[in-house]
């Protein structure tokens, strides 16, 4: 499997492209400090503490105590449970809101038709 076919896996699975970065950096090379991550991939350091921000708020990630912190990847197999309980979550909530939004678009609809 190769550097770039992880990224695209993770793109496939909306993932953004930085932290589709950082997480293989993370699974590849194992717990680093967020400067080292952003001096070693060559990309602003403010862009990977958003990328770890968002890894970290999905649980795709962890993060000791130590001071300056160190990250690391969640499992793959453990990233793959979480992006599945989300898309499912997800589905829940637009099947729930479903009605609601065909009642909504219709009186959008039948309010803009040219008959009103």
């Known amino acids: 499997m190769t550097h770039d076919w992880m990224i695209e896996a993770l793109l496939d699975l909306g993932f953004k492209q930085c932290d589709a970065q950082v997480y293989v950096f993370l699974a590849l090379n194992g717990a680093h400090k ?9 990309i602003y350091k403010r862009q990977v503490y958003h990328s770890l921000s968002r ?3 999905k649980g795709l990630i962890r993060i000791n105590a130590d001071h300056p912190a160190l990250f690391s990847a969640m499992p793959f197999e453990i990233v793959l449970d ?14 729930a809101s479903r009605r609601e939004l065909l009642s909504s678009w219709r009186d959008v609809i039948e309010g803009d038709s040219p008959d009103s």
């Open 34 to 42: 967020a400067s080292h991550i952003a001096e070693t991939m060559r």
């Open 55 to 57: 890894l970290q708020k």
């Open 82 to 95: 979480i992006l599945t309980n989300i898309k499912v979550e997800q589905a829940k909530a637009l099947k």
